[in-house]
Nanobody
Framework: QVQLVESGGGLVQAGGSLRLSCAASGRTFSSYAMGWFRQAPGKEREFVAAISVSGGTTDYSGSAKGRFSISRYNAKNTGYLQMNSLKREDTALYYC????????????????????WGKGTLVTVYS
């Protein structure tokens, strides 16, 4: 089992940047694929980005592509989401998640592909 704790959220002006972190503890972080999801008030949780166990494969939602970058540093048991050119519509609670799927799968682009979740970090973008 792995425990996940997100950090780095906050209040940022539109056009600005934030870097979210996901600290993992418990079992070896490098055994899990990782994803970032977000949930805005009144909306369902949606996929943002995913990264494979090795970090060699990544994928993004359409709204994140070109603006966000997912990465991981297995030696530090930490994953990251760099968010640039933020927009008001990026305002949401951001969650990191870990998956026991060691091979890349389309399921990693949905909540169904993940086994462990953090409690989220709030990102608020104002203009």
């Amino acid at each position: 089992q792995v425990q996940l704790v997100e950090s780095g959220g906050g209040l940022v002006q539109a056009g600005g940047s934030l870097r979210l972190s996901c600290a993992a503890s418990g079992r070896t972080f490098s055994s899990y694929a990782m994803g970032w999801f977000r949930q805005a008030p009144g909306k369902e949780r949606e996929f943002v980005a995913a990264i494979s166990v090795s970090g060699g494969t990544t994928d993004y939602s359409g709204s994140a592509k070109g603006r966000f970058s997912i990465s991981r540093y297995n030696a530090k048991n930490t994953g990251y989401l760099q968010m640039n050119s933020l927009k008001r519509e990026d305002t949401a609670l951001y969650y990191c998640a870990a998956s026991i799927k060691r091979l890349w799968s389309p399921l990693l682009l949905s909540t169904a592909g993940y086994n462990y979740w953090g409690k989220g970090t709030l990102v608020t973008v104002y203009s």
